[in-house]
């Protein structure tokens, strides 16, 4: 079954197949080499639940950010802190075991360390 395309009238049915493929979030993870900071090459579409696996699994090594986008949308951003949080929560809930590198990443973005919850102020 293919997917229904809603296309804006008189829009070519191949442009439309492009904008809706584009109409998706992405992500894009910044990574530092010996050379320097660099984005890594990735499979077009990576998802949010891959990216995290992927981090978890140590496919990446030296994360400085992640950047989402949605060129359909028109929009990108800094999703590092959501990543980190996101990380953060899968590592306690799944007891993993995680690198110093990616340590220092989710640390860095949630500025303190995995687990410590901040006091909340006193009334």
Do not use: C
Not at 24 to 38: I, K, P, Q
Not at 72 to 78: M, T, V, Y
Not at 82 to 88: G, I, P
């Amino acid at each position: 079954m293919t997917p229904e395309i809603s296309r804006p009238t008189g829009m070519p049915l191949k442009l439309a197949l492009v904008a809706h493929a584009l109409d998706d979030h992405f992500y894009l993870v910044l990574e530092d080499f010996r050379s320097g900071a660099a984005f890594r090459e990735t499979d077009e579409g990576i998802d949010y639940q891959t990216l995290i696996t992927d981090l978890l699994g140590g496919q990446y090594d030296q994360v400085r950010r992640v950047v989402a986008f949605n060129p359909a949308e028109g929009w990108s951003r800094d999703a590092s802190e959501d990543v980190a949080r996101e990380l953060e929560h899968r590592i306690s809930a799944e007891g993993r075991e995680i690198s110093d590198a990616l340590q220092d990443f989710i640390e860095s973005h949630l500025g303190r360390k995995i687990g410590v919850q901040l006091p909340l102020p006193l009334r």
